[in-house]
């Protein structure tokens, strides 16, 4: 519209070729000679309908949803937005906010929306509950700093070392046996891309996986049992005893579960040569600084994803046939965050 009244300064005509009154040319041409041609693109505010719900009244909305529903009554966990409208339709006059009679559900999403508050919605943490997380996880990280060391060390020609072995363990439970009620149907050019599966299905009970990689091989050991109590974490570690040599010092890195510190475990220990085993706990909520979790993960979305099996044995052959390929082609995992912070 500017550019037109410039090549022809005529209301009139350029109204008539751009299809708008003659006013509205002149009124832009105005804009733009008062306040500039880029303000011109746009209309002056107008001052518009006075708000008729006040700041105090949006601040006692605002702080009534950042209370719990359950809070004020109501068997809800948490506000909807349409149930907080109707709330503060009902209290909102008797706490002094008569603007709040007429309030619907558009008008509470746009309040707390200017707040940037959503109490209709959970955003989970993780407390720290451990009061010797740092010096935990140094120790930790102390022992990461050792395979590389370690590792080092296996590279270069010379003296030996002492023979150790550093195991990163955990236990992964409640691995589903699920069977299928219709077979697979696999897919079909042209006609679906994907497998088919039926909806239903059977469950014939969970396993756990005790395993433990060796972060200096890359080797997996692994137990599948029903359960993860002591009796199977010392049988994991009648496992790791038989695997390497008498002379070699095995380190663990694991969590505090009680199976890892009991009764029955500390006395099995007691009955192996001193040294044979050290065990290197994880904080509190601090699984996060052990490999094997990355292991669990990747055998999760490779082996254990869409799984079917017709009975808890065949699960367990599939899980260790699993075990058994990934030792073919042994991963020798590597610690890095904040490595070099260790002691």
Same mark, same amino acid.
Not at 92 to 116: F, S
Not at 143 to 163: D, F, H, M, N, T
Not at 331 to 338: P, Q, R
């Given at each position: 519209m500017l550019l037109a009244y410039r090549q022809k300064p005529s209301f009139f %005509?350029?109204?008539?070729?751009?299809?708008?009154?003659?006013?509205?040319?002149?009124? $832009?041409?105005?804009?733009?000679? %008062?306040?500039?041609?880029?303000? %011109?693109?746009?209309?002056?505010?107008?001052?518009g309908k006075e708000p008729t719900i006040t700041p105090e009244a949006k601040a006692w909305l605002v702080s009534l949803a950042c209370d719990k529903a359950r809070e004020h009554g109501y068997p809800h966990e948490l506000w909807t937005t349409r149930l907080l409208a109707r709330h503060a339709r !009902?209290?909102?006059?008797?706490?002094?906010?008569? $603007?709040?009679?007429? +309030?619907?559900?558009?008008?509470? $999403?746009?309040?707390?929306?200017? !707040?940037?508050?959503?109490?209709?919605?959970?955003?989970y943490y993780l407390e720290r509950r451990d009061a010797e997380? /740092?010096?935990?996880?140094? /120790?930790?990280?102390?022992?990461?700093? !050792?395979?590389?060391? +370690?590792?080092?060390?296996?590279?270069?020609?010379?003296?030996?070392?002492?023979?150790?072995a550093i195991v990163s363990y955990d236990e992964k439970p409640g691995i589903q046996a699920i069977a299928t009620t219709a077979?697979? +149907?696999?897919?079909?050019?042209?006609?679906?891309?994907t497998f088919a599966r039926d909806h239903e299905y059977k469950r014939h009970g969970t396993l756990s996986l005790l395993a433990g990689i060796d972060l200096l091989t890359g080797k997996?050991?692994?137990?599948?049992?029903?359960?993860?109590?002591?009796?199977?974490?010392?049988e994991f570690l009648k496992l790791l005893d038989a695997a390497y040599p008498?002379?070699?010092?095995?380190?663990?890195?694991?969590?505090?579960?009680?199976?890892?510190?009991?009764?029955?475990?500390?006395?099995?220990?007691?009955?192996?040569?001193?040294?044979?085993?050290?065990?290197?706990?994880?904080?509190?909520?601090g699984s996060w600084l052990n490999l094997v979790e990355g292991f669990f993960s990747k055998f999760a979305r490779s082996v254990l994803r869409h799984i079917r099996v017709a009975s808890k044995h065949e699960l367990k052959?599939?899980?260790m %046939?699993?075990? !058994?390929?990934?030792?073919?082609?042994?991963?020798?995992?590597?610690?890095?965050?904040?490595?070099?912070?260790?002691?």
């Open positions: %005509a350029v109204g008539q070729n751009l299809g708008q009154h003659h006013q509205t040319v002149q009124r $832009c041409v105005e804009r733009a000679l %008062a306040y500039g041609p880029l303000a %011109a693109l746009d209309d002056r505010p107008r001052p !009902e209290r909102g006059p008797a706490a002094g906010h008569e $603007c709040l009679a007429n +309030l619907v559900q558009g008008t509470v $999403c746009k309040i707390l929306g200017q !707040e940037d508050i959503k109490p209709h919605k959970v955003r997380f /740092e010096q935990k996880m140094a /120790e930790v990280l102390c022992v990461y700093r !050792e395979v590389q060391i +370690l590792k080092k060390a296996a590279a270069k020609p010379g003296k030996p070392s002492k023979p150790v077979p697979d +149907l696999p897919p079909k050019p042209g006609v679906h891309a997996v050991h692994a137990l599948v049992r029903d359960r993860h109590r002591s009796l199977e974490f010392i008498v002379s070699t010092a095995i380190k663990l890195i694991l969590d505090n579960h009680s199976a890892h510190i009991s009764r029955e475990t500390r006395t099995w220990l007691a009955t192996r040569p001193p040294g044979r085993f050290k065990f290197t706990f994880t904080p509190t909520h052959e599939r899980i %046939a699993g075990i !058994e390929d990934v030792n073919r082609h042994p991963v020798i995992h590597t610690w890095s965050y904040k490595l070099a912070e260790a002691a």
